[in-house]
């Protein structure tokens, strides 16, 4: 019987917030994980829906005292909405295993534009946690006594701690709880739009007319350029309104298969939903000829004038459950932060412009240090903001768009450069190109109009997250020029076929080589490796230069890592299972084929340091006389970024081994500096 593991308060709490541990290597992980079209709606799409609070409101208000021509703004903003998601939905086809606007740049622009990408993504994805916060809390106390108000900031933080503990548990299970709140939302607002509209539809043809009257007017007033201006300063104004549509790509890693389609059935829906609320608040608007309001959003404003003439108790009850709502999916809003924020930060890891370690997922198979500096540097613009919605909307207004046009320009040189091998290559030129002008047009003008109101700050913050990745990326090449230069040891190792070759290698004198023999009594040597590299042959070679003949069996062991880069489907952590098994397998017949015992033993695992706690036991049942080794590469100047940047594992490992009872040995390889 195997012996109880004691009680660990630590583990026990952390099973009961976040969950118990997924196993990577059952299909039904996968199902379980990824998001059908209508909940990827909810987790993805709400981030684009919630702008509706804010967007159309923006555009109207800029309007001023022209407000009939806000008829032209909503159809623009909608035609808007319908363009850039059609232009997205033929990325999707293009990036079928996960097309955001890092991606996209990097593959059809060049490294260092989807970098710039990637960098505008990460401080998008942080405003959009931060602002969706900040909003849903200003709704909520707007119903609570002034007494309350003090705490608004306490109940941010409450609130965006509750969101990071959901998005730890999993994907799924985040959205899930969130279904009820985004479709009552979604009901009471579309019942309100074709209320509103339904009873007023007879005054169309002189709502028309009105607006014809209206652009005569202020023609004879401010002439046709004062119009245009006034017309583009207001449709700029609602930039707002397009945030969120590029989720859907930078999310189709967590759809469900077929993803293209279910990525291109969700982007349907939002783009409708989206388009549809926008133009339809809009007309609302202006059927009501509603005026802001001090205190009271646009909105609110609405709903109130919509139920003017129900029973006071039926109006409240759906005034209060809409304008609640409204607040609620604010906050469902930031899923998309916390969905799409980590996988850029993991792509853009993977390609080493930050750390690697924001690669690793956690044993609920979800980016966890990506979801954990999300939600840290919202909870840090939450306070030093202290929660303010208006300074923080002008932070957002301009990296959003910054991504879209990199998108878009890296599309319309595609279809281009492709036009004899795609289809249809000018109905997708014209769309991208089309999306391309309409969003430059936006991010030129929401940066003039916003500079001076803190969109500078906005842009020193990713000028310095920029600066950051470079530096970063600067250190990962110079390193990897250095270890670069010991894997010159794996071709030699490759060519070599006989005892004679490896002695050569060794700088032995040459032996006979023997049959290896196995068994299980003979001390073992087990090494743990990463792959057939210069640093796991560099241990081996020092484990038989220190102990010579001493150890006759020889175990590679290799932990196969679930991160961000293999985690797309069961194909991929098969193709990872296949990969890790072959190069242990060259280790294997090179150790045979000069006269030792070996054996391969394999894992897959989030986490080095749990799969080696947990072979490492049951090696040691069949070999007793195991000894454990790990290589360490030794820098020429050991510093704070390469302890950051390598975050040496194997003493984690070794410390781990040591509470089970398991000898293990250290073995330094020194990375030697180019001359």
Known sequence: ???????????????????????????????????????????????????????????????????????????????????????????????????????????????????????????????????????????????????????????????????????????????????????????????????????????????????????????QNIGLIGIFALLLRSYSMGAGTYTGIEAVSNGLPILREPRVQTGKRTMVYMAASLAFMVLGLMVCYVFYRLQPVPGKTLNAVLFTTLTSSWSPSVGNVFVWVSLFTEAAILFVAAQAGFLGGPRVLANMAIDRWFPTRFTLLSDRLVTQNGVLIMGCAAALLLVLTGASVQFLVVLYSITVFITFVLSQAGLVRYWWENKSRVEHWKRRFLTASTALLLCAFILVMVTVIKFFQGGWITLIILLLLIGLAMLVRRHYDTIGKVLKRMDNLVQAARMSSNGNSFDRIMGHEETEVKEPVYDPKARTAVLFVSGFDGLGLHTLFSIIRLFGGTYKNFIFVEIGLIDAGNFKGEDEIENLKKHVNSELEEYVQFIRRHGYYGEAVSALSHDVVEGSAELAPQIMTRFPQAVFFMGQLVFPEESFVSRLFYNNAVFAVQRRLYHLGIPFLILPIRVKARN
């Open 1 to 219: 019987m195997a012996p109880k593991r004691p009680f660990n308060p630590i583990q026990w709490l952390k099973v009961r917030i976040v969950g118990r541990s997924l196993d990577p290597s059952d299909s039904r992980v996968f199902h379980n994980l990824s998001l059908i079209a209508f909940f990827a709606w909810v987790g993805l799409g709400a981030d684009g829906l919630s702008s509706s609070a804010y967007g159309p409101e923006e555009a109207f208000r800029a309007l001023g005292d022209h407000s009939r021509l806000g008829l032209l703004v909503a159809l623009g903003s909608a035609l808007t909405v319908l363009v850039i998601s059609a232009s997205y939905s033929h990325l999707i086809e293009l990036f079928p295993a996960g097309g955001g606007g890092y991606l996209v740049a990097s593959k059809l622009l060049g490294p260092r534009w989807g970098m710039v990408s990637g960098c505008a993504l990460l401080v998008d994805y942080v405003l959009t946690i931060t602002i969706s916060v900040a909003s849903g809390a200003d709704a909520i106390f707007s119903f609570v006594p002034e007494s309350w108000l003090p705490y608004k900031l306490v109940f941010n933080l409450g609130a965006l701690l509750l969101l990071i503990v959901m998005n730890l548990r999993g994907v799924k299970e985040s959205v899930l709880i969130l279904v009820p709140i985004f479709m009552i939302f979604v009901i009471t607002h579309t019942f309100a739009v074709i209320y509103g509209i339904s009873g007023h539809l007879w005054e169309f043809p002189s709502l028309v007319r009105d607006t014809g009257h209206d652009f005569h007017t202020t023609y």
